[in-house]
């Protein structure tokens, strides 16, 4: 399983304008209505469902919000950046500013936690977000999560 199969170019939301958890969550979820992978109200309200129940900051600078959409046809992810550190977990000191968002049908639940455990063993990569926060737009994005996705078995 690898992470390009379900990463969407047109899911990319390179510089968030958004500076709290609810605002990053509905301006992803418009990027995801724009990308055609849902609607925004829906996409929104099943994120920050699963946001209250559990934030999903991981730490180094990274957040993977994720949630169960019906309608969709299978996972795909997304990746925003936030031009400056949100807080976005239960504490002041968890700044984030990379978001990987995993939107999943239902059904496709042993699926959907083998792309977070994927997800966060790429975050472990030394360098990993520093190169996503260097990387030159949309297809420079895509290329850095490829490239190390590819190291890992």
């Known amino acids: 399983m690898r992470l390009k199969e379900y990463l969407r170019e047109d899911f990319i939301v390179a510089r968030l304008t958004a500076r709290d958890v609810e605002s990053v969550l509905k301006e992803v979820a418009a990027k995801a209505e724009e ?5 925004a109200d829906l996409v929104a309200e ?12 991981i730490g180094a600078g990274l957040a993977i919000p994720h949630a169960t959409v019906a309608g969709l046809d299978a996972p795909v992810i997304g990746v ?19 978001f990987f968002v995993l939107l999943s049908p239902p059904g496709y639940e042993r699926q959907h936690v083998k792309l977070l455990a994927r997800i966060c063993r790429l975050a ?9 926060e260097e990387a030159p737009g949309e297809a420079g994005i895509l290329e850095v999560i490829e490239t190390i996705d590819a190291q890992h078995i």
């Open 124 to 132: 472990r990569h030394e360098d990993f977000i520093r190169r996503l």
């Open 80 to 98: 925003a950046f936030a031009r400056d550190p949100v807080r976005f977990g239960p504490s002041d000191d968890e700044a984030v500013r990379v």
């Open 35 to 39: 990308a055609g992978v849902g609607p």
């Open 46 to 57: 099943k994120l920050l469902e699963r946001e209250h129940v559990h934030p999903t900051v």
